[in-house]
């Protein structure tokens, strides 16, 4: 019997058990299709020591026109937004991943710009173009071909 414990998919099957009190609470009914999917999900990201397990390393995501018995997991990163672009799957991709968005960074505290004629508007965009222009060329030279970006 302590043999099955270290096989994953008797502790799959041990921790999904262990699930569906919780799971029925919230989703009753789907406790049967919801818990063995939950369970492969918390442990393919539990760390060495369960207790630094953080819930927010699993990410659940509605996809439009789906319905619960379409659920599965997929390991990897998730993002629920599509591509802005017009290239939409890419292979063996260098990634640069931002937690902020990639733009001219505003100012420290909040101010108001002056502009008295057409040329310094002019001028002002010219310098914010150039700036978010030498980020973009700092990526493309890093051998990144996807940006992925939050904000």
Known sequence: MLLCYKTR?????????RLRGAISSKQLGYEDLLA??????????????????NVDNVRI?????GALPD??????????????????E???AKVA???????TSGPE?????????????????KSEEKQLEQYVKAI????AKVVVSGG
């Open 109 to 125: 505290t909040k101010g108001t710009v002056l502009i008295k004629s057409a040329e310094e508007l002019e001028n002002y965009s």
């Open 71 to 88: 659920s599965k997991v997929v390991k990897g990163m998730l993002l629920k937004r599509d591509t802005e672009g017009t290239i939409t």
């Open 61 to 65: 995501v509605k996809i439009m026109g």
């Open 140 to 143: 493309a030279d890093s051998g």
């Open 97 to 103: 991943v931002y937690a902020q968005g990639v733009d």
């Open 36 to 53: 063995p999917l939950i369970a492969e999900a918390c442990i393919d990201v539990v760390p060495n020591n369960p207790v630094n397990f």
């Open 9 to 17: 998919c008797c502790f799959s099957v041990q921790v999904a058990l």
């Open 90 to 92: 890419i292979s063996d």
